[in-house]
């Protein structure tokens, strides 16, 4: 006979009911009650698909840097696309922002999520605090080792890109990235570099610039920009793919500001296909992705029982527009 509710409430010195309320992760616990019962629980090798009890609340977490929706409209498609799923499977979702100083426990507590799905860039230390809360965890737009996570093929969207810029007859490309501390923006940055070796060029690491981490990234961008066209017109680039369509956006303004034609003097290529994008003048070449599907496919890879694979890579796609077309190899 398998072990029973009974044999781990005796282990762990409480009640029946305070074993159920701990697997099943509801409120009325302390969180030292809880993780000493779940952890009786396993060492007893109670059937663990009851510590995985039925999800009814999720919390959406993100960092306090991204959540002004109106500058960044990135993820607030990627909540949308949560919200839709957790509709779908009557799950009620929550949105909470926080920083590095604040106590994300606490926080979480008042939320009383049975799981929760982390978007973008978080700090490590968080992210560790998170995986010892012991709930269903789902990384989205981010990754670590041993965590369900669903992100873009940011590198192949970046390698889509670049091979573009090559066959417009462009050779000293540019590239204006963010903190390379966000998973999403190395892995650009890696399909940037490894784009010039498939080509069988060299890559100039002068042309690789970063965004100053105490700007906004608007002013950021504008400022790496402009340093590149300082460094003369022979170091200049004669195109640019920007981490994002924000910073390729802001870029553009300061090469048009500088008397430089789009694409005719520099061609300019962003990634995320926001709506500004289309808009523009010229209209921004762009690595176009499906943000709502990121949302979507996080909540249904976090309810999975057992996932044939836990990180997962969805597709990309070039959308060419004005910025890079017309230029003559």
């Given at each position: ?223 790496a920009m402009q340093r590149l066209l300082d460094a003369g017109e022979s170091a200049r680039p004669d195109a640019v793919f920007a ?53 979507r496919r996080g909540v249904a890879l976090l309810l999975e029982d057992a996932p044939g694979e836990t990180e997962i890579r969805l ?15």
């Amino acid at each position: 006979m398998g072990t029973t509710i009974r044999d781990v409430a005796r282990a762990a010195s409480v009640s029946i009911g305070t074993v159920s309320r701990a697997l099943k992760n509801q409120p009325g616990l302390s969180d030292a009650t809880r993780t000493r019962v779940i952890e009786v629980a396993r060492s007893l090798g109670y059937d663990p698909a009851q510590l995985r009890p039925r999800i009814r609340r999720l919390t959406f977490l993100l960092h306090r840097q991204h959540n002004n929706f109106a500058a960044t409209p990135f993820f607030s498609h990627v909540l949308h696309g949560v919200e839709d799923a957790c509709r779908e499977r009557g799950i009620v979702p929550s949105l909470l922002t926080a920083g590095p100083t604040e106590d994300v426990v606490q926080q979480l507590r008042l939320h009383a999520p049975d799981a929760i799905a982390v978007a973008g860039f978080v700090e490590p230390e968080t992210l560790a605090t998170l995986t010892a809360m012991q709930r269903p965890l789902v990384l989205i737009d981010l990754w670590a080792p041993g965590l369900r996570s669903v992100n873009l093929d940011n590198a192949a969207g970046a390698g889509l890109a670049m091979r573009h810029l090559f066959t417009q007859g462009h050779k000293r490309i540019a590239f204006i990235g963010g903190s390379l501390a966000h998973f999403s923006i190395a892995q650009r940055a890696l399909g940037y570099r490894r784009a010039f070796f498939e080509a069988g060029l060299l890559f100039d690491p002068s042309l690789e610039v970063n965004i100053d981490a105490g700007l906004d990234p608007d002013a950021g961008a504008s400022l790496a920009m402009q340093r590149l066209l300082d460094a003369g017109e022979s170091a200049r680039p004669d195109a640019v793919f920007a981490y994002n369509d924000a910073a390729a956006l802001a870029a553009m303004r300061v090469c048009l500001a500088n008397g430089l034609r789009v694409p005719e003097d520099i061609a300019i290529v962003g990634f995320d296909d926001i709506p500004g994008a289309a808009h523009a003048s010229p209209p921004l070449t762009t690595v176009a992705v499906d943000k709502e599907a990121l949302g979507r496919r996080g909540v249904a890879l976090l309810l999975e029982d057992a996932p044939g694979e836990t990180e997962i890579r969805l597709p990309v796609q070039l959308i060419t527009r004005a910025s890079t077309l017309g230029r003559q190899p």
